[in-house]
């Protein structure tokens, strides 16, 4: 299965911990050409990944390293066949009476405009060849609102729109490119980042409540979300493009608690 991604060159931007890194090892283990944008290349866990994968130093809300970042990419590669952009930050909660404008800003120029100008440079490199595909990681935060999480919920459904608007430009064979499908996944509740097991632990209500809004009464798993990318970048999904997939128990689809 996936047998596609052999040999193929794949840009993961933001995988160098968590599940960013989880798909790199799932890349690998594919037999992928991986190339690795994050802002902190030099943490010894990622040692063993080294010698199977090229890291490339980049903040993503940095226009000047997004461009040498690029730049570097397309000098030493003369295809790109895949790309996902799973890059982010998230928001301290606090109320939009109450918003820091200058954490507002931060939080857009990573997640939005560091992603759309991500996806620019990506289009250009993948429409070179077919069957090249895109996909963003969003959020459940995308889909519906969450109290006191403004500028997070705003820049993932701005992701979205980011998302579908990007794959209809993209969807037909130019003169002198080729279609690429551009789709998005859209997270829930995932343990590890935010919701490592001391996090958790320290928090007891918060937790119940984050298990409490999923339809499956449960935590998803980095390797469900892996999945569900990989599949929307290999041929199976070959008639997709503008989707933004949940991958979250169920919390999308109504209220349950």
């Known amino acids: 299965m996936y047998t596609e991604f052999s040999n193929k060159n794949v840009v993961v931007v933001g995988g160098t911990n968590g599940m960013g890194l989880d798909l790199v090892s799932r890349l690998i283990s594919l037999n992928a050409n991986v190339i690795v944008l994050g802002r902190n290349i030099d943490k010894p866990e990622l040692e063993e990944f080294k010698p199977r994968c090229e890291f490339i130093k980049c903040d993503i809300s940095n226009q000047d390293d997004v461009e ?74 995308g889909l519906q609102a969450l109290k006191l999480q403004a500028a997070y919920s705003v820049s993932k459904a701005a992701v979205n729109m980011l998302t579908q608007v990007a794959s209809i430009e993209c969807a037909e064979d130019g003169v002198d490119s080729y279609a690429v499908r551009i789709n998005a996944v859209a997270p829930g509740p995932i343990l590890g980042g935010m919701n490592t097991e001391e996090n958790l632990l320290q928090n007891p209500e918060r937790t119940k409540r984050k298990v409490a809004v999923t339809a499956m009464k449960r935590f998803g798993t980095s390797t469900e979300v892996v999945n569900s990318i990989l599949w929307l970048l290999g041929h199976q999904s070959s008639y997709i493009t503008g989707v933004v997939l949940p991958v979250d128990g169920g919390f999308s689809s109504g209220k349950f608690n």
Not at 81 to 109: C, F, M
């Open 68 to 141: 040498k970042a690029f730049d570097s990419i397309a000098s030493n590669y003369e295809v790109i066949h895949y790309a996902v952009n799973n890059a982010g930050v998230t928001a301290p909660y606090t109320d939009v009476a109450n918003l820091d404008i200058g954490k507002w800003k931060s939080i857009i120029d990573t997640n939005l405009t560091g992603t759309a100008h991500c996806l620019q440079r990506q289009i250009k490199l993948i429409s070179k060849n077919k069957n090249g595909a895109i996909v963003n990681v969003s959020s459940c935060a």
